[in-house]
């Protein structure tokens, strides 16, 4: 069988429509899978960019909060897409196409809505994906193993430590990887065949048959009792009276040699701050420069970054860091930190293990300390952050593991009261 054909008969249907409220003010103007990733990629950069080069041509993707800034990155970035190869990204709001008082009620119903959108791309499997998880996987592997195990769902899975495995969807499987039970957060995660001190968690990757799921969506869209969702109401029906196979990511993961498979949920603030200063570490776990398996992305049109001076105390430097295209490292010290595109610094600041979004400008004379900046931030002259948690948490939103999130609002509440 042609490795490509599969997925040639595929198509991807993400799920884009979660706000990501862990993240805080990070999301109060962009949907999760919308938030800035690694320099200059967004979260659903890498969901898009596993299907592309998984082979798949048919994407869609479904979205729903403030989905402005996602619809337009996806625009922009991903406008590459040509009908007339037979390929398709189709941008799919929750624009109330069933029921003028619906929106979507949940995972499931969300591919139910836009039935007659799948119908007309004519594939034989679906790949449901959310979109806002870090990771570099090739869907065709697992679309294979579904069809060669005739598998009424085959499900994306994650091997952890057990006990941390109580924040997940658990499966339980036999020796052949059938999954036996599927447990939402369970206290007490069943273990793998193979090690008691392990657990398989859901990815919320499935694959099904159109056919199979489209049957499987009628039935349960006229379900009172439904919450129309694939982890809480489908999977576990399947599991229950059918075929559910799982598929471990170790076996499909993208990694240099001798890496760990990767992936990431970056849903809270700390966790988004511990996955971007990562990438600056001297070999990261994520290898953005796998000429290979690229994450594509909307790249805009920016000069190459620059550091500027160099006297004492006013040097222009990046020590342990990514500094994006389009930055000014002016008279700045910059150490194990991360620069989006076009961040503009001036003399005598310090940053230190900081990720600082588009577009921020970081005044003189500040010093930061394992803060987040938000996008179009202006840091004013002699801030001080990262030094004196209490005072932080008086204007900042600073996080248990003392993370300090840095927003425009926030700063002008700040300067209105001084």
């Known amino acids: 069988m042609n490795q490509r054909r599969l997925s040639q008969r595929s198509m991807a249907f993400i799920l884009a429509g979660g706000r990501g409220s862990r993240l805080h003010e990070l999301t109060d103007s962009r949907v999760k899978p919308a938030v800035y990733f690694g320099g200059k990629t967004r979260i659903i950069d890498f969901a898009l960019s596993n299907a592309m080069n998984s082979g798949i041509r048919k994407v869609a993707l479904a979205t729903q909060y403030k989905a402005h800034s996602l619809i337009r990155h996806v625009q922009r970035g991903w406008n590459f897409f040509r009908a007339e190869r037979n390929e398709f990204l189709d941008i ?64 994306g899975c994650l091997t952890v430590p057990r006990m941390e495995a109580t924040a997940f969807g658990v499966m339980a499987t036999n020796d052949q990887g059938q999954i036996t039970s599927f447990l939402e957060k369970p206290k007490d995660p069943p273990a793998t065949p ?23 969506l009628k039935a349960d869209a006229v379900d009172p009792n439904s919450s129309h969702d694939f982890g809480n109401d489908l999977i576990p029906e399947i599991v229950k009276n059918g075929k559910a196979m799982a ?55 920016v000069p190459p970054a620059k550091f500027i001076h160099d006297e004492k105390d006013r040097r222009g430097v990046a020590i342990s860091s990514m500094v994006s295209g389009g930055c000014i490292i002016s008279g700045t010290e910059v150490r194990n930190s991360l620069l989006f595109t076009e ?28 803060v987040v900046i938000d996008r179009g931030v202006i840091i004013p002259e002699g801030l001080v952050v990262g030094e004196d948690p209490e005072e932080d948490a008086k204007w900042f939103r600073v996080t248990p593991k003392g993370t300090t999130l840095i927003t425009q609002s926030m700063l002008d509440k700040r300067e209105a009261s001084l």
């Open 343 to 370: 961040v503009h610094t001036n003399s005598y600041a310090v940053l230190d293990h900081s990720v600082v979004l588009p577009y921020a400008v970081i005044n003189r004379s500040a010093r930061l300390r394992k």
């Open 247 to 301: 598929h471990r990511f170790d076996e499909s993961c993208v990694r240099h040699e001798g890496a760990p498979a990767y992936w990431k949920d970056v849903g809270t603030v700390d966790a988004f701050w511990e996955a971007n200063i990562d990438l600056t570490s001297f070999t990261p776990e994520l290898d953005l420069w796998d000429r290979d398996w690229p994450i594509w992305t909307y790249s805009e049109s």
């Open 194 to 216: 193979e090690d008691p001190n392990l657990a398989l968690a859901s990815m919320g990757i499935y694959v099904f048959s159109w056919k199979f799921l489209r049957e499987l």
């Open 92 to 155: 799919l709001p929750a624009s109330q196409r069933m029921d003028e008082s619906m929106w979507y009620r949940g995972t499931a119903d969300a591919v139910a809505q836009n039935v007659d959108i799948v119908d007309s791309y004519d594939v034989d499997y679906i790949v449901i994906l959310a979109g806002d998880h870090i990771y570099k996987m090739d869907y065709e592997l697992m679309i294979r193993q579904h069809v060669e195990t005739n598998a009424d769902v085959t499900i």
